[in-house]
C-alpha cells in the first residue's frame, strides 16, 4: 500500500497545493518530539525535491529550536476530502529569517500575513504516500481569522517583545535561533 519516490511528483504537487493543512515533525536528539498543525495559504513547493513554507508566530517556536540541532524533518499531508491518501515529505531542513536575503528573496511566494515569522525550506529526499484508509472525511468551511487578527492588533513592537519572550526558547529549553527584527 505505502509507495516511496525520489521526488514530489506533478500529481503530489497538485494534491498539496489543494490541501487546507498540514503536520510538521521534528525532533533534537534528545528532549520533547514536535508535531504542528500548519495551516492557511503557507506551504509552497518550488521543484520536485524543495518546498518552503511560511512559519507564523506561535506560543512556541519548537520546529526552530529542534531544526538548529537536527535539520531532519518530516512533513505530512492528510486528505479529509475526497480519495483518500497520506503524502509524507522527508528530508533536511533550514530556517530563513526576515533578515536573511533567502527570505527576502521568497516571502512574495506568499500572501502578506502579520506575525509571519520564518520561512522554512526543505529538501525533500523521500516522498512516500499510503492509503489513507482510515482517515476520516472531514468538510472544510473556512480558514480562522484569529491570528492574523490578533498579530494585526500587537502592533510591531507588541508582537516583537511577544515573540522575544514566547519563540525565543523551546519547551526543553533550547535556543530557537529567533532573530529580533
Known sequence: ???????????QE?????????FVGT?????????????????????????????????????AAHLLKNKRMTIMFCAFEGKPLILRLYGNAEIYHESDSFYQQYIHHFPKIEGSRQIIRMQVNKVQTSCGYAVPFMEFQEERTQLQSWAEKQGKDRLSKYQEEKNSISIDGFDTGWKHE
Do not use: C, H
Open 27 to 63: 525532533a533534537a536528539t534528545e528532549g520533547s518530539v514536535n508535531i504542528s498543525p500548519k495551516g492557511m495559504d503557507t506551504f509552497r513547493v518550488l521543484n520536485s525535491n524543495q518546498v518552503i513554507w511560511l512559519n507564523l508566530t506561535g506560543s512556541g517556536n519548537e520546529t
Open 1 to 11: 500500500m505505502a509507495k516511496m519516490y525520489t521526488k514530489i511528483s506533478k500529481e
Open 14 to 22: 497538485e494534491f498539496i497545493a489543494n490541501q487546507k493543512i498540514f
